[in-house]
Each structure stands twice: as structure tokens, then as C-alpha cells.
């Protein structure tokens, strides 16, 4: 095999880097209008087909970082690596369609989960929200950006930063003009183009390197715990951590509700069922090229994990598939990144200006502007964050806390009628808090301290599972399987978890931001929220055909359906 | 076992192609329903 990376032409990178981007402009160019429609801009006729709509979501929820981590826990973590990457990745999709059509039935003319919050507390509850959407939407937009950069560069004499611009422009290109619409109707192409190489280049690698006869020879070169498909490693370190992300990262992520507000409400189950599936069979078959790796003895050059996959295309293919490839990971970047922009563009437009500033006399032709101007300055903003190449950590360490401490308060604000403005409020920032003296240690964990929080954080395990089985199972069975986790969790937690403070602290998050929110709400005296003045108070800007199950609003102008938006 | 790895490695192309199969039938199919109901697709 040969170890070294393929090098293309600095003119073969930029022809197919205008290949890919030119073709995902024109593709953009049928469905573009000299006027376009604000509430489309965001959310599409809120009737997106199935296949469009689980394109969509596959494509979104792919990003580059998905082949590279999931590439570099199969090469960790042998048999089981790839698994415990995209399984728990595809969970995330799962686990939000129920709540997404609870949502959908309390706002069907929402277009951002901000909207829906907003309705049923206010601004300082739905401005937290729309907090963390933003703060994750740039975080992954640079990390996009990022990984355009390092593959331009690792695969060609152009710079990194060179890479870093073609991909913000691209992007920006495509998606400023039509938004959402745009960012839905080239997430199928992409995805189209990215599955169609997934299915050559995985088979393609594994017959190249010898087939199953060459893989199983090498699980002698691996470790008892790497040739496991039950490993304990592989759970403990990369399967838990994820598991525990999974209801926070649906929630605290714009790109997702916004595909909520925008299919058919009748195909949010099949398409959330087939977006899981695509999802998790892409990234976990790219996974498998670290396994590859691992049992033929492959040394990732540089030590840089990221350079497993190139390598091994490198070293066991021809160059059309490294070209394959090349568009491979650009497509599910610049799928991930229009659905950032798009997702900021929405927050911007809904959320900031037309909840916050304009107050329910929202111009459209002006939120247009908004968002389009959003796009740009999240694009400049990723770009330059991206070319000086931050350490990102303590942001993405913020942000997974803000996710994981909403988690709570959002669902229950949209199920229970007691939930007040100020328990939602109040439980995010004192699990905030919390959440940082865990994580950063900033009391001893030893001792009655370290067993507050083993506690709190036996809670929060007990409220994962719960919501989890609550949002497919109901109110009971989400009640038991939450109190029997709880139980479990006490039992087999408490004495040791505060050696594990990254999970201590997250799952500190949850369990603070429950408890603080449960007892305000049912201490509070404010009377029971009625969940109909949702639907009221959350329409669309544009006057339009509506979507269906929003009849009664039909009958009412745009300006008189604003005005109900407080 | 060979066969079993063999499996294991290759059914996940497979799925991606499953699910790239239905999601194409998937958009023709709205796409004809969308042209029908004169309306577009996005």
C-alpha cells in the first residue's frame, strides 16, 4: 500500500471545486424567484415532501467530522468503534420526531422551535434557546470551514486557507438568495452524490486491501477489548458520552426544528425513520475504513487521525476515487453549512427581529434583508474563525452544557401546562452554574460535595432515559423506565462518577435544570398555560396559501395574525 | 467468521443503497404530485 497521501494539481482542485460549487448554483437557479417569500426562505411551504425532507436531514446531519470521527473511533476502538459513532449519531434524529410532532401540532406555522418558546413563556426563555441554536450554528459552521481547509491542503499544494475561502464562498453563493429552499433542494443532490460514492468507495477500499479474508486475519493484531463488538472501552468512552447527547444536541439544534416546521406534517415520522437509517449506515460503512486501517497495521500519517481515510483511498485505490472522495466530504460539509446558514438566517429573522424588534409588525420584505444579511456575517465570521484555526474547546464545552441543561425545560414547557417563564429561566442558569463548578472543579468532588452532584448528575440519567422512553411510550412507561434509571444510577453511580467529570458535569446539567424547574413550577401560583394560544400566537409573515391544520387562521389578514404574535 | 466480517463490513453500502433507492422514488414521486397540484416542489 502505498503510504503516502495523493497529490492532485492545484488547477484539478479548483476545477472540481467549481464543478461541485457552479453545479450547485445552477442547480439552485430553477427554483430562485426575483421576490422571494420570507416564511419560504425559512421554512419552505412547511409541506416538503418525504424524500426531499429525508434527503434533507440525512445530508444536514452528515457533516465532514462524521467520516473522520467516525473513521478514527473504528481505528480506537476496533469492531465496535464504528457503531458506537453512528448509532448514537442516528439516535439524535430518532428520539426528536416525537417531540418534533408535538411541536409541529402546537405551532404548524412555526419557523423556528425559538417561535414556539417565545409563545408560551417570552423573550428571556426563547432567547436562551435561539442562544444556544446560534452559538452551535457558528461553532459548526467553522468546523465545516475547517475541515474544507485541511482537505484542500492535505490533498493539494493549494493553503489552507485558500480551502477555507472557496468553501464560505461556495456556500454563501448558493444559499443567500433562496435560503431554506435553496438549502433543501441541493441537500438532495448532495446527498444523492454522497451516497452514490459511500456505496463504491466502502467496497471499493475493502477488496482492495484483501476483503473479509485479509480482515479477519488482522483481528490478531488487535487487542481483546478492539476485536470485542461488546467492548466496554468503546462504550464507556465514546458510546456513553454520545448517548447522553442525543436528546440535547436534537434539541439545541436549529437545522433540526427547522426541518420539523418544514415537512409535511404527515411524513415527519417516515422521514425522521428514514434520515436515521441513512445516516447511520453512511457513516457507520465510512467508519468501517478505520477498522480497515486498524487491522492491516495502517500508521496514521503525521499521527493525524483525520488522515486515516485519505490515506487508505490513497493508498489502495486509483485517483478518480480520491477525487470521489474529495467530493464526497466537500458535499457533506457544504450540505452541513447552507443548513447552518439557513438555520442562523431563520433565528436572525424570527427569533431577534421579528419577535424581539419589530414586535408582531414584522416587514417581510425587511427580514428578508435580515436574513440574507445574517448569512453573509456568519459566513465572514466561520471563515475568519476557521482560517485562524481557534481552539474552539471551551466554546463547544459551553454550548453541549447549554444543550443538555434546555433539554428539560423545552420538552416539559411544550407537555406540562404549569411550567412558568421564570422555572425555564431559573433552571438553565442555575445548571449553568452547576454544570461549571462540575466540569471545571471548581469545590472538591470528594466527600458530601462530590455526592451532591453524583445526585444531581443519578437524576439527570434518570431524566434521559425517561424522556427518551416518554417520547415513544407515553407518560407512564417514560415515568418508570425515569425513576427505575434514577434507582440504577444510585445504586451503580454514586461513589464513583466523580471520577468522570465530563460526564458528571453533563449529566449535572440535566439533572439540576429538572429539579430546579419541577419544584418552581409546581410552587408557582400563575395559572395553567392554555396550549391553543400557541397556535395563535405563531403564524406567518408572508400572506400566503397556508399549510394544512392551520385553517382557522385562513380566515384572518396577515397584519391581524402579527398582531397576535405579542 | 470470514464470511460473518465479510457481512458485517458490507451491509452498511448496502442500506445507504436501500435508502438512496427509496429517497430517489421518494422525490419523483412528489416531484409528478407537486406538478399535477401546480405547485413547486420546495
Not at chain 1, 75 to 93: F, K, N, R
Not at chain 1, 343 to 372: E, F, T
Not at chain 1, 392 to 410: D, E, R
Not at chain 2, 1 to 30: K, Q, S
Amino acid at each position: 500500500m502505498n503510504s503516502e497521501l495523493y497529490q492532485f494539481s492545484t488547477l484539478t482542485v479548483i476545477l472540481l471545486l467549481l464543478a461541485f460549487y457552479g453545479g450547485t448554483y445552477l442547480l439552485t437557479l430553477g427554483i430562485r424567484k426575483k421576490n422571494e417569500d420570507a416564511d419560504a426562505f425559512m421554512v419552505s411551504n412547511h409541506r416538503v415532501g418525504f424524500g426531499i425532507g429525508a434527503a434533507s436531514m440525512t445530508a444536514t446531519w452528515i457533516w465532514a467530522a462524521s467520516f473522520y470521527a467516525a473513521a478514527t473511533s473504528g481505528y480506537t476502538y476496533g469492531v465496535s468503534g464504528p457503531i458506537h459513532y453512528g448509532l448514537w449519531g442516528a439516535l439524535m434524529i430518532l428520539f426528536i420526531y416525537p417531540f418534533g410532532r408535538r411541536f409541529r401540532k402546537l405551532a404548524p406555522n412555526a419557523h423556528t422551535l425559538g417561535e414556539l418558546i417565545h409563545a408560551r413563556h417570552g423573550s428571556s426563555s426563547q432567547l436562551i434557546l435561539a442562544l444556544s441554536n446560534v452559538l452551535g450554528s457558528v461553532i459548526s459552521l467553522m468546523v465545516n470551514f475547517t475541515a474544507a481547509g485541511a482537505l484542500v491542503s492535505v490533498l493539494s499544494p493549494l493553503s489552507f486557507q485558500a480551502g477555507v475561502i472557496i468553501a464560505g464562498v461556495g456556500v454563501l453563493l448558493y444559499t443567500l438568495w433562496s435560503g431554506f429552499r435553496a438549502s433543501v433542494l441541493t441537500d438532495f443532490a448532495q446527498l444523492v452524490a454522497l451516497m452514490a460514492i459511500a456505496i463504491v468507495i466502502i467496497p471499493a477500499v475493502f477488496f482492495s486491501m484483501g476483503g473479509p479474508t485479509e480482515l479477519v486475519a488482522g483481528l490478531d493484531n488487535l487487542t481483546p477489548e478492539q476485536a470485542s463488538l461488546f467492548s466496554m472501552d468503546a462504550i464507556l468512552n465514546q458510546g456513553a458520552p454520545f448517548f447522553v447527547a442525543v436528546l440535547a444536541y436534537a434539541i439545541g439544534n436549529q437545522t433540526i426544528s427547522q426541518r420539523l416546521f418544514a415537512v409535511n406534517e404527515d411524513h415527519i415520522k417516515p422521514t425522521f425513520l428514514t434520515a436515521t437509517v441513512g445516516y447511520g449506515a453512511i457513516v457507520i460503512g465510512l467508519g468501517m475504513i478505520g477498522l480497515m486501517a486498524l487491522t492491516t497495521g495502517v500508521q496514521p500519517l503525521d499521527g493525524d487521525m483525520n488522515n486515516l481515510i485519505p490515506q487508505m483511498v490513497s493508498g489502495y485505490l486509483p485517483p478518480l476515487f480520491i477525487a470521489l472522495f474529495f467530493i464526497l466530504v466537500i458535499g457533506s460539509l457544504s450540505s452541513t453549512a447552507d443548513s447552518d446558514l439557513s438555520a442562523l438566517s431563520a433565528i436572525m429573522m424570527a427569533d431577534v427581529y421579528g419577535k424581539n424588534i419589530a414586535r408582531g409588525k414584522a416587514d417581510p420584505k425587511r427580514m428578508l434583508l435580515v436574513g440574507r444579511l445574517t448569512m453573509i456575517i456568519a459566513t465572514m465570521v466561520g471563515v475568519v474563525f476557521a482560517s485562524f484555526a481557534l481552539d474552539i474547546l471551551v466554546m463547544l464545552v459551553f454550548v453541549g452544557a447549554l444543550w443538555g441543561a434546555i433539554v428539560f425545560p423545552v420538552i416539559a414547557s411544550c407537555f406540562w401546562s404549569r411550567v412558568t417563564n421564570q422555572a425555564f429561566t431559573t433552571s438553565v442558569l442555575v445548571a449553568m452554574v452547576l454544570f461549571c463548578v462540575a466540569r471545571f472543579e471548581l469545590v472538591s468532588l470528594d466527600g458530601g460535595s462530590g455526592l451532591f452532584f453524583e445526585l444531581l448528575a443519578s437524576v439527570g440519567g434518570g431524566v434521559i432515559i425517561g424522556l427518551m422512553v416518554f417520547g415513544f411510550l407515553g407518560r407512564t412507561a417514560g415515568f418508570i423506565a425515569g425513576l427505575l434509571a434514577l434507582v440504577a444510577m444510585l445504586i451503580f453511580a454514586t461513589g464513583f462518577l466523580h471520577d468522570y467529570t465530563v460526564l458528571l458535569a453533563s449529566l449535572t446539567a440535566y439533572g439540576a435544570s429538572t429539579v430546579v424547574c419541577v419544584v418552581m413550577s409546581l410552587l408557582s401560583r400563575q395559572p395553567d398555560f392554555d396550549f391553543d394560544t400557541i397556535r395563535e400566537r405563531v403564524g406567518d409573515y408572508d400572506s400566503h396559501d397556508k399549510a394544512p391544520g392551520a385553517e382557522e387562521d385562513d380566515a384572518l389578514p396577515a397584519a391581524t395574525r402579527l398582531a397576535g404574535q405579542r | 467468521m470470514t464470511a460473518l466480517y465479510g457481512f458485517y463490513v458490507l451491509i452498511w453500502p448496502a442500506l445507504t443503497l436501500g435508502v438512496l433507492a427509496l429517497i430517489i422514488r421518494a422525490v419523483l414521486r412528489d416531484r409528478r404530485k407537486a406538478k399535477e397540484e401546480q405547485r413547486e416542489l420546495v
